[in-house]
Antibody, heavy 120, light 110 residues
């Protein structure tokens, strides 16, 4: 049974950094692309980043390019999102999701999300 | 402003049929697969449709997807009160080299 659990959210001041984790179980991490998607309070879904199944490709939304970095530890079946230079507008629920491919053909399993609040 | 355009809301009575549109361009829907997600209040999104028109295991055939050129449509037949949720379309945008979602459509089952 596929399961994804995010952690690492919390309250952080603008300009600071935060690292999110997504622990996966029930599937082989290296066989799937993994995505981060966020949702600001009361707003819609915003795609953030993807890491291809073989780890060779990463893509980012323009809003976070140069500030956020996606990576993984296959030995621990864990996905990461390193977020630097955080801004007020980065406040959101952050979801990790397993992808059929690195494109958004279908994100078939999602975690429950971890809330990041950027505030002074 | 989302790259993909969805109506903010749709409504219909129980048992009726509703469609939700998702309009894009040749750089996204026109050349990439579309997926659809259901988000019930306070929960994570759930995949309903992938690869334009395929349903994951466990998704009832009341839900269907279609695509024509640069637009996609989600259809829901036999509406139930439990279908009240936000629905999102998603795809890849080759020009942006990024994933994109529509702004979401709130379905109300009257």
């Amino acid at each position: 049974q596929v399961h994804l659990v995010e952690s690492g959210g919390g309250v952080v001041q603008p300009g600071r950094s935060l690292s999110l984790s997504c622990a996966g179980s029930g599937f082989t991490f290296s066989n799937y692309a993994m995505h981060w998607v966020r949702q600001a309070p009361g707003k819609g879904l915003e795609w953030m980043a993807v890491l291809s199944y073989d780890g060779s490709k990463t893509y980012y939304a323009d809003s976070v390019k140069g500030r956020f970095s996606i990576s993984r530890d296959i030995s621990k079946n864990t996905l990461f999102l390193q977020m630097n230079s955080l801004r007020d507008e980065d406040t959101a629920m952050y979801y990790c999701a397993r992808g059929i491919a690195y494109t958004v053909r279908g994100l078939d399993y999602w975690g429950q999300g971890t809330l990041v609040t950027v505030s002074s | 402003q989302s790259v993909l355009t969805q109506p903010p809301s749709v409504s219909a009575a129980p048992g009726q049929t509703v469609t939700i549109s998702c309009s894009g361009s040749s750089s996204n829907i026109g050349n990439n697969y579309v997926s659809w997600y259901q988000q019930l209040p306070g929960t994570a999104p759930k995949l309903l449709i992938y690869d334009d028109n395929k349903r994951p295991s466990g998704i009832p055939d009341r839900f269907s997807g279609s695509k024509s050129v640069t637009s996609a449509t989600l259809g829901i037949t036999g509406l139930q009160t439990g279908d009240e949720a936000d629905y999102y379309c998603g795809t890849w945008d080759g020009s942006l080299s990024a994933g994109v979602f529509g702004g979401g459509t709130k379905l109300t089952v009257l």
